[in-house]
């Protein structure tokens, strides 16, 4: 019966979410809303998938990456790669762009994701940087100067990819396999006891996120005209990971959240680039002085909606101190 | 009883950090059914011969099996599946869960659905995920756990959290329960229900059990044989009235007699 009801709650807020989509296409193509707005929709797309991908890892996996900004130009290159050498539809860039970032973060994952806090910590920065000079290096790409890209990330593209994001690691989340992940953040030794193969769930988390970085990548790089080495500094990181931690470690809707607002907030300071860091900054120490535990904390949004408690839920403060 | 064939058998088991022996030479047989304490004063390297039968330390030397298997280099997931199942000296629940959701994670590979079938939703998901969560209702009712099964495993009270991770280690199905200090930090009354409890679980579910506990109380009360352990050796086994009067292990807890 309670999965019923659920079931009830998903379908139809899928069914909010089309609708939503497609009123927002005839505002695009009816030019109701200026070009301006239109880029900042597309960049607020880009980092939820980026900060939604994030979570997984950090957030439910709690394993602590920061270099997240590697796969996003993984899944960047590759795809441009694709379309504009290969000449290939787009669609193929960007499950390229997604597959191409998920073997990276195999091949990273495998023998760092053994590694515990700091350690993994500095292990996955140095591997976006080792990603960012790589690119810079190789010549097909055009080095330093980068590579044009053309402008083919269009709306249905970019809200197909969210919907499909936050689908697939709201499912991977709400069964057997996420909750073995949350064990891997809550107590590994105890999971490792409960007979949880923890290596196996952080690896999948952080090939999971890795694809949705390289998706993300793939729409980043078709959005911009032009993809440059420079644009996947550890800055980029820091943004993701700003995303995640100010939405609140645990919570997908947190995480989406605080992309959204600091992707709006950072789009009206563009005019003044010192300024921006200067608020940004702020912003996350406030935030760390007065609630530690993120916008979220570890609630979804949906857990407001609902009577009795959610599956996470039971936070200690009511849901009246939530701020948002 | 004494026929049985033992259900674990360590040979000469043992554990050195660079020079230093913390374990060394226990030679410990379990029978099927049999409740056994493991007593020793602190340091005596207890929760360490723990964490070797569990896989967390490889032991250096000697052997350890379960039924016959080998367990030595097994990963702790690996041990967990072949019958080992422990709690922990310090609680380690999974604490930002539901208590529902921390027993789940221990039925967790019951489960037959694959990734893709959640991720996807297929039928498989929601038949697998119904019959997990119906048995860990169910499982919760016996340890009368059911009235707090939403609840954040850390808001639990004390008693209840150790009450918890006991129905834990049980949902993983083991043969043989490791309980390190079920007792620790537990009043009179909570230690008797406790002692209830273990007496209970082990009728129910056809268990050995192993367990470290400082209380003497419940020791002598409930175990049968006692294994005493004292700088990482075995200096004394047998029933508690025999360890109750054996020399050596006075020796180790009180210090030697002045003549």
Redesign the interface.
Known sequence: MN?LKGAKGFWSSIVLAVVFGIAMQFLITGEIINFFYVNTLYFIGINIILAASLHLIIGITGQFSIGHAGFLAVGAYASAIITMKLELPFVLGLVAGGVAAAIAGLIIGIPTLRLKGDYLAIATLGFGEIVRIVFLNIEYVGGASGMTVTQLTTWPWLFGSILLTLL?IR??TN??????C??VR??E??????????TYYKV?AFAIGAFFAGVAGALYAHNFFIIQPTNFGFLKSFDILIFVVLGGL?SMSGAVLAAILLTIVSTFLQSYPELRMIIYSLVLIIMMLYRPQGIMG?RELTSFFKF??S??????DGSKNTVA | MAVKTPLLKVNNAGIRFGGLKAVSDVNLELKQGELVGLIGPNGAGKTTFFNLLTGVYVPTEGSIELDGDKLNGLAPYKITKKGISRTFQNIRLFNELSVLDNVKVAYHSLAKHSIMSSIFRLPKHFSEEKYMEEKAVEFLKIFNLDNVMHETAKNLPYGQQRRLEIARALAANPKLLLLDEPAAGMNPQETEELMNLIALIRKRFDLTILLIEHDMLLVMGVCERIYVLDHGQLIAEGTPEQIRNNPKVIEAYLGEEVS
């Open positions: 999965m697939v499912n991977f069964s057997t396999h996420g909750r073995a949350i064990s809550e107590n030794i105890a999971a490792d006891a409960m007979g949880i193969n923890t999948v645990g570890t009795g408690k599956a996470k839920g039971g936070v200690n």
